[in-house]
């Protein structure tokens, strides 16, 4: 395995060689600056600092109230740790849907004051305007279709997308469209396989699945998720590799135990003199 000294800057750029080959990309989420470096330092191509942030660490239902400050301030923290992967800023409900100018500038704070390198917007092809503007000023985006949280209440819920006629056609629709717009990356959100294996086929920018079966070039994890910190819910997509609530509340047992018993501290963690 390669060291992170040994391993190159990742870009856009990557993103799209790395589908050309075939190569599969891995992403997983970050909020804070200490996760970030070891996810930095595990190798990933990219790390995205989800609004998913608002559930997962805020402890919200749903990823709507998540504000722009929240969003640049843990964006900030995360772009501080990392030197190799992509930094992905998602924009946060409502700051970018109202107009373009809204988007310009919102989607400009994440690169120009939290240090992201792309950013990552919710919607098909009614957005794609946008999208053209910010890729024409220089700000790279990564689209996002599927099953969007932040439509979570017009869709019913967090539903498997695309099993309707008119659903699967507007999604291919709509992932050509924001490929021809110039994103460079797409995520594809809990949408048949079937679905995503067509878009993957069909346009240029890699698609990034989270939900969305094996064809896809790459795959995106919430980290709480994959590390069992995130309990209230398990989607039958995430694979967890760690029980780290588990670990925590067996620390936090231990230390309590050892207080109450006068076990903690022993003369060893103490100053004597
Ligand atoms: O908010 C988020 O974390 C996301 C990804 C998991 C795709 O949108």
Redesign the pocket.
Known sequence: MSTINERKKTTVRTFLRKKQKAEKLAIL?AYDYYTARILDASGLDGI?V????NMVVYGHQT?LSAEMDKMLFHTRAVADAVRLALVIA?MPFLSYQPSVETAILNAGRFLKEAGAEAV?L?GGIEIVPTVKRLIELGIPVMG?IGMT?QSIHRLGGPRVQGREEARYNYFLESAEALDEAGCFSC?L?LMTAPLAKEITERVAMAT?G?GSGRYCDGQ???INDIIGLYQEMQPRFVRRYANVAAEIEKAARGFAEDVRSGGYPSDEESFLE
């Open positions: 989420t995205m989800g609004d998913s942030l990823t998602d990552k919710e996002h949280p995520v959100e990034i989270i995106v994890l919430v």
